[in-house]
């Protein structure tokens, strides 16, 4: 296998878009990578969304998007795992790359979801749910991620407050993230008066609806030492399944296939969490973000509430997770989630990050994507 | 590179099977699969599908698939691109196996098409084709695929003859594959006696609407010749996208997808299409068998419809085309079919094909899959 690297980023705009559409979207995206990259061609390509049957209509993602980016005949494929799809293209991407059947190769990932009204959303949303056992029994995603707070709280002692610190530190960061949905600050307070949705998650400890595409470019280190940007390898890749459904879990606060992903990805890189320096998690609820960090090993089982109130995952943290502002404050497109992980990795790699984002020496990001309910993860390792 | 070989394949029987539920479909193909090359355990896997979406309300397809099929934690990615999305599957799986994330990998299909109602049914299919530009316009696929066949006609003096041709061809094939949804032979008159579904294509001239699954194991050559079955070697894997929409062609007659995919899969395999014995091609509609022979450089342009009048597309002709019975007569699950028509080479090559199908000294076959309107497709050539 050959050694990838990252060597160009592009994102559009997170948000409520409705001036756009989803094929001009991921144009935007891929066609700023490509700038990015200095690279006017790619071999082959790989967009992430999940719906876009039920959102706008639309298959055939792949032969859409490259004839509109101009680069047919490339092959593109579009990969799908729920809100995991961003992080399933730049995998098979990297895949490609590292297998020699293509060189520069194209991730994205794209959603539209606000073409349809709330419920039509909600309904498409619970597909990435088990249909038959929770979808059609009424099930959404803020009650199943609420089921998996209760029992965290139960077991732990996790607080609502600390879940709120969640939403309050990404919050901050994506204030400084020009790309990011809303960059506005919130504070516990606010956190815990906003609108119940599903208790004990409040609407600030969900993430939004968010149209928006992200796409990076990769290609075999070799080539990419050969370009303008300092290549940032991609040196773990690790993927990983588990019941789609949450009553099939023997514990509803572990996430095994965050855990067997991120194994799959540090056994790859050689490393151990501890040797990593930053994290972007899937954070879809504040709940999500500690019960991934569990998962991945970077707190032990019930720490991560007490860690994220005490600060160390901030920015100027011991270990600073979603400096980008995570799903929750940059924006949830589901099929580019993954993707725009990875951008922010690349970015604070690069020395790039807007501002005061840009965290301090650092040499490793970690990217962790994640659909559904923890039924499917993919997690990234990458390196200056 | 590694050499990649096909070690086990398993199907479900095509048909509207109202009794069956879309997880369980592909449980079944992927189990017989597994059973079939001797397999207990599997590396990762891979499964086109559609669009499970709007047919089946279920996203997260390759968690659901492998959580029902026992295998999680497994990598497990759901790959579309339209009715392409089975060839697609196949192909990453290819791609995995050849790079050495993987040595044993599932590449399955899916489709669930008769738990919606017919204007339903047709609604989703027609998410392959451009949704603003032709699907939203009211184009459906038989509308679509009527403009090519009548520009053929003019083009070329192609006759609805000549298309009815196709569909008795593949039916009279199909009569003979116990896993066809339609076991029936017919006539040219009947062909042309049949209800007009768009001018000039009767509902005979189209591929049904159909439930079903199928499922092939991949692993290099080196494991595959130390377990049961004779290895069947994939020696070349082409993939190409053209425009999405029609209008967008400079002619409609020619599948320039078609005509790169198989280009590249012939320069893989280092052979000319001529060294190819037999094929499974996309005959989605009559007449997309002859563009698609043409443009794979079987037939020059326009020459396919004399030739398949003249019989040299039967199982006992120069060169025979579905003998499965093809889209046509052994029916279409949209997701499947490319996995499909790879189990028909393999069995063919291995000398299992059922009865009086089985052909003649056959060494290399080739498969060739297609998205919407030729958008998108995928190539694959076998060798015993």
């Known amino acids: 296998m050959r050694d990838v690297a990252v060597i160009g980023v592009g994102m559009t705009q997170f948000g409520e878009l409705w001036e756009q559409s989803y ?3 991921f144009v935007e995206a891929a066609a700023a990578a490509m700038r990015d990259a200095g690279v006017e061609k790619i071999d082959s390509m790989y967009v992430g969304c999940m719906s876009s049957g039920l959102f706008v209509g639309q298959e055939h ?4 998007m490259a004839d509109y980016l101009g680069v047919a005949p490339v092959p593109a494929v579009r990969v799908e795992s729920a809100c995991a799809s961003g992080g399933v293209a730049v995998r098979q991407a990297f895949i490609e790359v590292a297998s020699g059947m293509a060189d520069v190769v194209l991730a994205g990932g794209v959603e539209k979801m606000t073409d349809v009204d709330g419920a039509m959303a909600t309904y498409a949303l619970a597909t990435a749910a088990d249909a038959e056992y929770e979808g059609f029994q009424g099930a959404t995603f803020p009650g199943l991620y609420a089921m998996i707070a209760n029992a965290h709280m139960k077991k732990y002692k996790t607080t609502s407050e600390m879940l709120a610190q969640v939403a309050v530190k990404n ?8 790309f990011a949905q809303f960059q506005n600050r919130i504070t516990v307070k606010q956190v815990l008066a906003s609108t119940m949705i599903a208790d004990p998650l409040h609407i600030l400890d969900c993430s939004p609806v968010t149209d928006g595409a992200a796409a990076v470019i990769l290609a075999p280190v070799e080539l990419a030492e050969r370009l303008g940007k300092p290549p940032i390898r991609i040196i773990g890749s690790g993927m990983a399944t588990d019941t789609i459904a949450l009553h099939s879990r023997r514990d509803l606060t572990w996430l095994s296939a965050v855990e067997a992903a991120t194994k799959r990805a540090l056994e790859m890189a050689k490393l151990k969490i501890k040797d990593i320096d930053f994290a972007e998690v899937h954070d879809c609820f504040t709940i999500a973000e500690l019960t991934v960090l569990e998962a991945m090993g970077v707190y032990k089982r019930g720490h991560a509430g007490p860690a994220t109130k005490s600060g160390e995952t901030k920015r100027d943290g011991r270990f600073p997770v979603n400096p980008s502002g995570g799903l929750k404050s940059k924006g949830h497109p589901v099929g580019a989630t ?13 020395g790039e990050a807007e501002g005061e984002r840009q965290l301090k020496n650092v040499k490793r990001g970690i990217a962790q994507n994640m659909g559904g309910s923890g039924g499917s993860s993919v997690v990234t390792i990458l390196e200056a």
Chains 1, 2 share one sequence.
């Open 61 to 64: 993602v792949g032969s859409l």
């Open 171 to 178: 919050h901050e960061n994506g204030s400084l993230n020009p």
């Open 23 to 25: 094929r001009n979207l």
């Open 338 to 350: 993954g993707v725009a992980q990875v951008i922010e990795i690349v970015k604070q790699l690069r």
